[in-house]
């Protein structure tokens, strides 16, 4: 068998190569944009909240959602409340779940302005999950402007001052992004939910798009480029090439016609002194199944960049040749500045679902470690699939989850349980990563069970990097999928196969739970939920813990006296939280379940943890389901870590927390 390498593919643009910088991570006391800074560092240089006064750490104030207000006089109720503030002097902007936006005092939490723009009014959401996770901000020095792209597919450019739409903007209205794709659409399986990035004077939009679609075409998530002063577009970069264009071969018999998502629907990344974005690319249609779009399938489960300016390809690189797991880049790449062997690089990291971080050279694409291209299983139970002989395994730094499913990862706490995982999981299909998926009974099977999950390893919380230390902090689960095929209704469907489930509805369904074992533990060993600490100046793993105490208690262990398993993440609030780095801590979220019985959440607490071990310092609790990843500013010489809440069942509320104030 011949071996590829890489697919690996660059422009070096001549007088690029600036000299070093200054690191990365939020400006001073501010965080201007969803992950402090344009690099996704998620890191902020601030400390007076630290280990030896985490234990002073309150509730200062509690923000009530304007959402609450009109929970039963809009046609679509909110899902959980996600977004990330951002800071700017003092003043937070976020967005909702039915993207209002609004300006809030971060010294005691009252709303300074708020902006609805009715995005409600324009019909069905993605998934039908109303939800949306943050804005951008941009200023020339005089302008101050808070974009958003909403849920109703909107481009909003807003007056930080005052709220008022920008009148040179789109003439003082919003520009309709369901117009210049260039094919015609399904409108409801297209949409916008995390904020856009502003670079020089280029707004960048990318878009969620429906899964689990029943037809092979959908609507395809090209990326595009805004005039942040008129609203004007400036350019559309296709993530499936189209005729004549680079990558087109890789779609096979003209699939690139019809084929649809290949959308960036995670959170964006930028460098602003290389003029360049970084894209985390996801799955094309369909997730499961590619027998109508042989090839590798470019931009498909690749790490893009591109010119902000021009929306040209600079280097690509792909993680995943014709996926059929939904291995999505699900985060934000995170720039972070290291030393290898003596030589210092400026690096762009990526977190994936398989478990893996891939390095790069940000400016080059050129690999920090060697990434081999290895021979995988390619046997298939499916008609019509043809995979790739092969798929790419970085050397360095080691998984940070567990890949692949053998008998040595059942459960084994007591030989009871071992027998019965193990005849549990003979119903399935196991083995190693990338191991293909299958018919539903095909020989007796139900399924292939899938490690990581579609979930991951890491999802859209993704990870944070300290830029001092050269550290990466990513929170994985360890939860596998059960994933099979059927043969649909043709009378329904132009797909040789769908995913089991997904003719049922139109999408909207959770297909993709956790898969349990003897008697409701999880099949497979712990951790189920981790924080893994990453030395990229070395490449090695520095610490891992796992993140909450799991089913310890569970009848048939609690007498074995187990130390923490790690949580497994309810249905309801899978990939909740994140991390955030700050200059003496690592802050997350952990929400209190009842781990053997009801798993719906019984609040949260914002948990402290030592950088350099992972060990716990300290936890507040709140009586409120938290899901957003938190963030950290100062003002008037108090620094506040805020966290959104909340939602469905709850009201959605943005909470911020602070060392109690002296009387």
Request: proline residues 7%; aromatic residues 8%.
């Amino acid at each position: 068998m011949t071996i590829r390498k890489p697919i690996l593919l660059f422009t070096v643009i001549l007088g690029m190569a600036a000299a070093a910088s200054a690191q990365y991570g939020a400006p001073g006391e501010n965080w201007p944009h969803y992950a402090g800074d344009h690099g996704s560092t998620k890191y902020s240089s601030l400390d007076q909240i630290n280990a030896g006064n985490f234990s002073e750490v309150e509730v200062a104030w509690r923000w009530n959602s304007p959402d609450n207000a009109l929970q039963e006089s809009t046609p679509f109720k909110p899902f959980h409340f996600r977004a990330t503030p951002i800071v700017v002097d003092g003043v937070a902007y976020v967005s909702t779940g039915l993207s209002q936006v609004a300006a809030v005092d971060i010294t005691c939490g009252e709303t300074m302005w708020a902006y609805d723009p009715k995005s409600y009014d324009r019909g069905m959401v993605t998934h039908g999950i109303v939800q949306h996770r943050g804005v951008e901000y941009w200023t020339d020095g005089e302008k101050e402007r808070i974009i958003i792209a909403t849920g109703g597919r909107q481009l909003i450019s807003l007056d930080a001052k005052t709220g008022e739409p920008d009148p040179d903007f789109a003439d003082g209205k919003s520009v309709d992004l369901l117009k210049d794709l260039g094919r015609r659409i399904q409108g409801r399986n297209i949409g916008h939910n995390k904020p856009t990035v502003v670079l020089g004077n280029t707004i960048v939009v990318a878009s969620i798009i429906m899964d689990f679609p029943t037809i092979k075409s959908n609507p395809p998530g090209f990326i595009r480029g805004y005039d942040v002063h008129t609203g004007k577009q400036k350019w559309i970069f296709h993530t499936i090439p189209q005729a004549g264009e680079f990558g087109v071969e890789t779609w096979e018999n003209d699939s690139w016609k019809y084929t649809g998502n290949t959308n960036a629907w995670s959170l964006m990344t930028a460098d602003p002194e290389l003029g360049y974005l970084y894209l985390p690319m996801g799955a094309p249609t369909s997730d499961y199944y590619g027998g109508h779009r042989h090839g590798d399938n470019l931009f498909s489960q690749s790490l893009l960049c591109l010119d902000a300016a021009t929306g040209k390809r600079v280097w690509h690189f792909q993680a995943v040749h014709h996926g059929i797991w939904d291995y999505d880049f699900p985060s934000a790449p995170n720039l972070i500045d290291i030393t290898v062997d003596g030589k210092e690089i400026k690096a762009v990291a990526a977190v994936t679902k398989q478990g893996f971080t891939y390095v790069f050279d940000r400016a080059t694409g050129e690999p920090v470690w060697p990434i081999e291209e290895r021979a995988v299983n390619t046997g298939t139970a499916v008609t019509g699939e043809k995979l790739s002989p092969t798929q790419p395994f970085p050397t360095k730094p080691p998984a940070f989850e567990r890949q692949g499913i053998s008998e040595d990862d059942l459960i084994d706490f007591t030989p009871e349980l071992r027998k019965e995982a193990l005849a549990i999981i003979d119903s399935y299909v196991v083995g190693p990563l990338f191991t293909p998926n299958i018919e539903s009974g095909h020989d007796g099977k139900e399924a292939l069970l899938q490690l990581p999950g579609t979930i991951g390893g890491a999802n859209w919380p993704g990870a944070a990097v300290d830029p001092e230390a050269g550290m990466l902090y990513v929170q994985s689960q360890t939860q596998p999928s059960a994933i099979s095929l059927i043969k649909p209704d043709p009378n329904r469907s132009n797909l040789n196969y769908v995913l089991n489930g997904a003719m049922k509805g139109d999408g909207t369904e959770d297909l993709s739970a956790p898969v349990f074992g003897p008697q409701g533990l999880p099949i497979i060993k712990p951790p189920y939920r981790r924080i893994t600490a990453i030395d990229l100046n070395k490449g090695d793993i520095a610490w891992q813990i796992p993140l909450g105490d799991g089913p310890r208690d569970h009848p048939a262990v609690k007498h074995l006296d187990l130390g923490p398993l790690g949580s497994r993440f309810p249905k309801e609030i899978l990939a909740e939280g994140g991390i955030l780095a700050t200059k003496t801590l690592l802050f997350t979220i952990l929400a209190d379940v009842d781990e053997l019985g009801d798993r719906s959440a019984n609040g949260s607490w914002l948990v402290a943890l030592d950088k350099q071990t992972g060990d716990e310092v300290g936890r507040v609790k709140v009586d409120r389901h938290l899901h957003s990843s938190p963030m950290t500013a100062m003002f008037d010489g108090r620094q506040y870590i805020m966290v959104a809440g909340g939602g469905r069942a709850e009201p959605a509320e943005l909470i911020a927390f602070a060392l109690q104030e002296s009387e």
